[in-house]
C-alpha cells in the first residue's frame, strides 16, 4: 500500500464540519470560517533528509524548499497565502548555524510574499532533520480552484518546462504564486494543481477528481534542459519526455480552460510573463485515463505516471 | 542551548505582517484573518516515537494525545478549536493497522470537540514515527488570553493534580476546552498557560511574558495519586511535592484572575465542576522569580523547575 492508498483509505472516516468547504484530498484544505468573501485555506508539507534533501545541502535552500512547497500548493488553488508555522525535529545536539541558516532561506521567501512565520516548536528526532511546514491562506470565494473542475473539451496548460528537477531546480524553484493569482483574476480556471508528483501522475490525480480523461500531444510536452542533459550522462538513461512527464517536484502549475479561452490566454500570458513559457500540452476528453499522440500514434500512460515505450 | 533558548534566539528575525496579533512565543498565534469579532489561533505540535511515546502504547492513545496536544494550547487561550491537519512520518512498511488505530484515537478526540480533520500528508521517517499536528480555533476578541497579562496581586490557580503524569495520564488526558471557555466566559482571566514543561516551568513562562514574580504556598499545590505511588517506588525517590512541581505533561490550565475574584471563582466551579479540583496555589509579586513557602520558610525555584530543599 503507498502513500495515495492509505489516504485514499483514511480520508472517508475524517472528522467534519460545517465550515468545510474542501477537506482532504485537494491541494488544500478550503474553510469558511467567516470572513466575508473569503475562503481559508490551509495546509501542510514535511520534508525529510535523506528523502527530500541530502544533509549536505546549502541550509538555506532546505529552509527555501520546506516553505515553498506549502505555498506552491497556496497557488494551486488560486489563493494568497498569509502565515506559517514550522516543526523542526532534529538530532541532538543541533548544530545552531544549521538551524539559523534554515530559517534565513525560509524567512527570505515569506518576506517576499508577506507571510508572516509565527511560531512553530522544535522537538527531537534523532536521526535525521525532518522539517514540518503548515500555511495558512485565502482566495476569494468564488475565485478558489479545486482540481475537480475540469470538463471534456478543455484545453490544458501547463507553466515552466519539465523534468530533471532533482538537478536542483527542487531545492531553489519559486512557487507560482504571482501567476496563479493572474490566472484566476483574469481567466476562468476550470480545474488547477502543481506538479509535485511528476506530470502524469498529477494530471491524473486531476483527471480523477473531475471525472475525465485527456489526451496529450507528446511534442507540445515542455522538456527542462535539465531533464535533456540528464538524458546524456544518467545510467541507464531516461529519455527527456519521460522525464518531463514523470519526474517529480516539478512545482509548475497543470491547469485546465475552455478551449474557447485557450488562444486569449496564451497572448495575455506572453505579455504579462514574457519569462516564463505557458505551453498547451492537451486536450480534457469524456471517460478516463491519459493518451500521449506522437508520431507512431496514440498510447496510454500508466496510472503511476510511466509511460509503456513501443 | 536548549529548545527555549534556540527559540528565543529565532523569533526577532521571524517576517510578520499586520494581521499577526501575537506572534510566536505564546500558546498559539494569534490572527486577525477578517473575522468579524474574532481572532484565529494557529498552532502546531510534534510527538515522536521513542520522546513522546513508546512504540509498544495502544496506537489509539498515540493519536488522541497528537491531537490533545495542541487542543490544550487552544484551550489555554479561550479558544474553541475548529480544524486539524495530520502529518505523519513513518518507517517503512508502515503497518496499515497501526495508523488506522492512531487515527481512531485521533478522530474520537475531534468528533468529541467538532475539530474537522481536513488533511495532512504522510511521509517516510526510517526510524521512528513522528506526528505532527496542526489546529486552527477561534476565540472572540476581547476573550483571547495571553500569558502575558498577569499582575501583582492576582491570584493564581491550577485545574486538576499535578505530577506522575508519565505513569499514564500524558497519554489519555482531556485537554480543558470547556473548563477553558466557561473561565473566559465567567470571569476576567488575567493570564493563561496549559502546563506540559511542568508547573515551575510553565509558571516561569506566564511570569516572565507578564513581567512578574510569583509566591507559591507548598501545601497547596495540588499533587496527583501517581505522584503520590512514584515516590514510593520509584529510585532515587522524588518527593511528590517536586513531581508536582516539575513533572511535565500535566497539560492542566494555570490561570491569573485579581484576588477579587478568587473566591467567586472557587465557588462557581465547585458548582459547575464538581468533579475536577481548582486550586489556588498562591499570589503574583512585583518583581521576578518564583518562590515557595512552606513550614521552614520562603525558598526560590530555580528557572528549569527544581527546587533546591535544603
Known amino acids: 500500500m503507498n502513500e495515495f492508498e492509505l489516504i485514499t483509505r483514511l480520508i472517508p472516516s475524517l472528522p467534519t464540519n460545517a465550515s468545510v468547504v474542501a477537506g482532504a484530498g485537494d491541494d488544500c484544505a478550503i474553510l469558511d470560517v467567516g470572513i466575508p468573501d473569503r ?22 535552500k532546505i529552509g527555501h524548499k520546506a516553505l515553498a512547497r506549502c505555498l506552491s500548493d497556496i497557488a494551486a488553488m488560486g489563493g494568497t497565502p498569509t502565515h506559517a508555522l514550522v516543526t523542526l525535529g532534529l538530532p541532538k545536539p543541533f548544530d545552531l548555524g544549521f538551524v539559523e541558516a534554515l530559517y534565513r532561506g525560509l524567512n527570505r521567501l515569506a518576506v ?7 511560531g512553530g516548536e522544535t522537538t527531537l528526532n534523532p536521526e535525521r532533520i525532518f522539517i514540518s511546514v ?7 470565494k468564488a475565485k478558489g480552484i479545486l482540481r475537480s473542475g475540469a470538463t471534456a473539451g478543455d484545453a490544458i496548460f501547463v507553466t515552466g518546462k519539465l523534468g530533471g ?9 519559486e512557487p507560482r504564486l504571482v501567476e496563479a493569482r493572474w490566472l484566476v483574476e483574469h481567466f476562468s480556471i476550470h480545474a488547477m494543481i502543481d506538479i ?3 506530470l502524469a501522475g498529477d494530471l491524473g490525480h486531476l483527471l480523477k477528481a473531475s471525472q475525465v480523461g485527456a489526451e496529450l500531444l507528446a511534442s507540445a510536452i ?10 546524456k550522462s544518467e545510467s541507464p538513461k531516461k529519455p527527456p519526455l519521460l522525464a518531463a512527464l514523470t519526474d517529480g517536484e516539478d512545482f509548475e502549475l ?3 480552460v475552455s478551449s474557447r479561452d485557450a488562444v ?3 497572448d495575455s500570458w506572453k505579455n504579462r510573463f514574457p519569462e516564463l513559457p505557458l505551453s498547451c500540452i492537451g486536450k480534457i476528453i469524456p471517460g478516463s485515463g491519459v493518451f500521449i499522440k506522437d508520431k507512431q500514434g496514440m498510447r496510454p500512460l500508466t496510472a503511476h505516471g510511466y509511460i509503456h515505450f513501443a
Chains 1, 2 share one sequence.
Open 196 to 198: 509535485s508528483d511528476g
Open 222 to 231: 515542455p522538456i527542462s534542459q535539465s531533464a535533456r542533459l540528464l538524458a
Open 165 to 173: 528537477s532533482l538537478a536542483g531546480r527542487h531545492l531553489d524553484f
Open 264 to 266: 486569449a490566454l496564451l
Open 112 to 118: 517576499r510574499y508577506q507571510v508572516a512565520v509565527v
Open 254 to 256: 497543470l491547469f485546465t
Open 39 to 60: 475562503w481559508l485555506l490551509f495546509k501542510t508539507d514535511a520534508v525529510v533528509e535523506g528523502i527530500h534533501f541530502k544533509r549536505e545541502v546549502d541550509p538555506e
Open 134 to 140: 503548515s500555511v495558512l491562506g485565502t482566495v476569494p
